[in-house]
């Protein structure tokens, strides 16, 4: 049955990524689409190949299949009314990942690449919102549209990390063969120009880092619509995993992590550069008993605190419960002491066996730590040292002049930990 013009404009506005833009935005899509007709079994979109239209289903169903030269073809999902489908290849320029095939005989809107690059160019909120429903598909559905894709000269295997920020893959390079991950910013960032300057400061800190205790930048490259950082690949468990066993650790074991991140803190403080964001989720126990730092995406360099930044960043910077208070009142007037108390917030939960900090709302939290009373060594954990028991009070002080003025002391903690001990004890 053939559609009016106006129900056009419903499945458009009604459609996810197109419902929020303004009617005027929707008409100029509307001006330059044309309905486009398919029967069952026709392929509305051939992998491989570098689209040449954006198209929204009017009506009938579609299959996204993946034909690899190994395996069967692989049907990935299904398309229905007011699906969105190419909008990858137009915003990445790069080929297609998939077949989408009619399953009914299908119709179509369907935007020639060149009028859609026109719009984006003249209303960039379009371009935005389908960035969107680009990350929203990447890293996190059950065939990603990039997995096993050859990029510049390395093949990803596998979603490894998805984050607001950016989604990680591991990868392989296919000139040795060596592992390495792939932290790509988020699709939906790309026209955001305070996080890609975030990104791309991060890249800056990251080619000035030389440490054991850090995940190393191998390399950094654009594609597929965004930008790549190459990073030395970390196997083993992110400390979140042990974190979430809620079962308290011995001691050993929380001095030698501990030790760790503290060396690497050193580090970077000396280089003039706050974390901003210590957290289990940001560091990873290798097989080999190390542990990386393996996030700066919310890094800074202290000079660069300043009025720009305070005019930039007027929310919360960290994660709440292992803030210090100072992150809470002032994001610019913070220095290295408040990564000190993110460390012994760690060092608490691992040793405890629960998160020091549990309060619902940022203003509850707040209070509690103004207010923190450290509980007594012995109710902390089984065997907790007092030089370890100094170290938390110290730094989980809400006073920063109270604080330490190093983690020289903690640092010499380090060493490589008995991974299968820990796992086991844990």
Not at 48 to 53: I, K, T, Y
Not at 95 to 115: I, M
Not at 265 to 276: A, F, N, Q
Request: aromatic share 6%; glycine share 8%; with cysteine.
């Amino acid at each position: 049955m053939e559609q009016p013009p106006g129900e056009y404009a419903r499945v458009l506005a009604g459609c996810r990524p197109f419902r929020d833009l303004p009617e005027d935005m929707i008409a100029a899509l509307l001006a330059r689409m044309q309905e486009v007709s398919f029967k069952k079994g026709d392929k509305l979109i051939r992998q491989d190949v570098r689209a040449d239209s954006l198209q929204v289903l009017l009506d009938g169903r579609a299959a996204v299949i993946v034909v690899s030269g190994v395996d069967d073809p692989t049907e990935v999902a299904e398309v229905a009314v007011g699906d969105v489908i190419g909008e990858m290849a137009l915003i990445s320029g790069e080929p297609t990942s998939a077949d989408v095939v009619a399953r009914d005989p299908v119709r179509t809107l369907s935007l020639p690449a060149g009028d859609f690059h026109d719009l984006a160019r003249k209303h960039p909120e379009i371009a935005v919102v389908l960035t969107r429903l680009i990350a929203d598909r990447l890293g996190g559905a059950v065939a990603d549209a990039l997995g096993g894709k050859l990029i510049q000269g390395y093949r990803i295997r596998r979603c490894v990390g998805r984050g607001g920020m950016a989604v990680v893959y591991e990868a392989e390079r296919e000139e040795d063969g060596s592992q390495v991950a792939l932290k790509m910013m988020s699709h939906r960032l790309t026209y955001d120009t305070r996080a890609l300057s975030r990104f791309r400061e991060e890249t800056t800190l990251l080619e000035s880092f030389d440490h054991v205790n850090l995940a190393k930048l191998l390399g950094r490259f654009s594609a597929y619509g965004t930008h790549f950082l190459v990073m030395e690949f970390c196997d083993g468990v992110g400390l979140e995993t042990i974190a979430a066993r809620r079962v308290p650790i011995r001691e050993e074991f929380v001095r030698s992590i501990t030790g760790q991140i503290a060396r690497a803190l050193e580090y970077v403080h000396g280089l003039g550069v706050l974390h901003r964001d210590i957290k289990p989720s940001n560091a990873i126990l290798t097989a080999d008993g190390r542990v990386k730092l393996i996030d700066f995406g919310v890094a800074r360099p202290v000079q660069r605190l300043d009025e720009a930044t305070r005019t930039h960043e007027s929310s919360i910077v960290g994660t709440p419960c292992y803030m210090a208070p100072e992150q809470f009142e002032d994001t610019t007037d913070i220095d290295e002491r408040m990564d000190r108390y993110a460390l012994a917030c760690m060092a608490f939960e691992f040793l405890a066996g629960r998160r020091l900090f549990k309060q619902d709302t940022s203003f509850k939290m707040m209070q509690r730590k103004m207010t923190l009373q450290l509980p007594a060594r012995e109710s902390i954990g089984s065997g907790v040292g007092e030089e370890m028991y100094d170290f938390l009070k110290r730094n989980l002080d809400p006073d920063r002049n109270n604080r330490s003025d190093t983690l020289a002391p903690q640092a010499a903690w380090a060493a490589p930990v008995d991974v299968a001990a820990l796992t086991g004890d844990a």
